[in-house]
């Protein structure tokens, strides 16, 4: 697992916490490779569509609980509820909302098939629910959004529903500009009043920030070359 790199700091308790999570897994896309590597990150941008984490500041907002689908547990078929913990930017981060970028737990729903139970509140309008494999994926990468493990996600959620509070990830963008520009100079980064993970520099090289004024027309393109996917429908459980 990925170490600690988010931090959890109250002053008025004089507590301090550090605990993994996730960041955004950016994409392969034939126009452009922004793709990250489980355990570090080179690439990051604003840009809408890119799966890629914005460093600035945040203020934590409102929560949004979503109903993924059933799993099995101990041989019961167990609903899933997800909560999205909402975060608003500012500066660069102002598209926040536009990208439904925040915090939740570090799980998703893989679905497999649909069974009937009519008398699930979730069923659709044919009486069917989605059914799938529970993946946990503590650590890893993302969609753009901060991931937790359950027992940290529980905990901040509850910290902070009710109660906005301050948000800050690092790097930003001139941080990232800065490092690039010091590792293409061979400068030391202490020497220049700079930070970056020293094993993850070895591993990355030099870290790369995508405006989103660069990244978006390629994501549109790749977009539109897309071919035309029937609605999804899956098969009957069996």
């Known amino acids: 697992m990925p170490g600690q790199r988010f931090y959890i700091i109250c002053e008025e308790e004089e507590s301090f916490r550090a605990v993994s999570s996730g960041y955004g897994s ?3 896309l034939p126009q452009a490779n922004f793709r990250n590597g489980r355990e570090c990150a080179r690439h990051f941008s604003n840009a809408e569509g890119s799966n890629l984490t914005m460093g600035g500041a945040y203020v934590t907002a409102e929560t949004r609980t979503s109903f993924k689908g059933y799993f099995s ?3 019961d078929r167990v609903p899933f509820e997800r909560t999205f913990l909402l975060f608003d930017g500012m500066g660069e981060t102002d598209n ?3 990208r439904e970028i925040g915090g939740h737990v570090a799980m998703f729903l893989r679905w497999q098939c649909r069974h009937s139970d009519p008398e699930s509140p ?24 901060t991931t937790w493990s359950e027992e940290v996600a529980e905990d901040i959620i509850a910290l902070v529903e009710g109660n906005p509070t301050t948000l800050y990830i690092y790097p930003e963008s001139g941080d990232i500009n800065a490092v690039a520009d010091a590792v293409t ?3 030391s980064l202490s020497d220049a009043g700079l930070y970056w993970n020293a094993t993850c520099l ?3 090289e030099t870290p790369r920030f995508w405006t989103r004024e660069t990244l978006r027309p390629i994501i549109d393109e790749w977009r539109e070359s897309l071919p035309d996917q029937p609605p999804l429908e899956l098969p009957i459980c069996r």
Do not use: H, K, M, T
Not at 122 to 136: C, R, S, T, W
């Open 26 to 28: 950016g994409r392969d």
């Open 185 to 187: 100079d061979q400068l």
């Open 122 to 145: 979730f069923a659709d309008d044919e009486g069917y629910v989605p059914f799938g494999q529970l993946i946990n994926y503590d650590g890893g990468r993302s969609n753009g959004c």
């Open 96 to 98: 926040a909302r536009e």
């Open 73 to 75: 547990d101990s041989d």
């Open 202 to 204: 070895e591993q990355i």
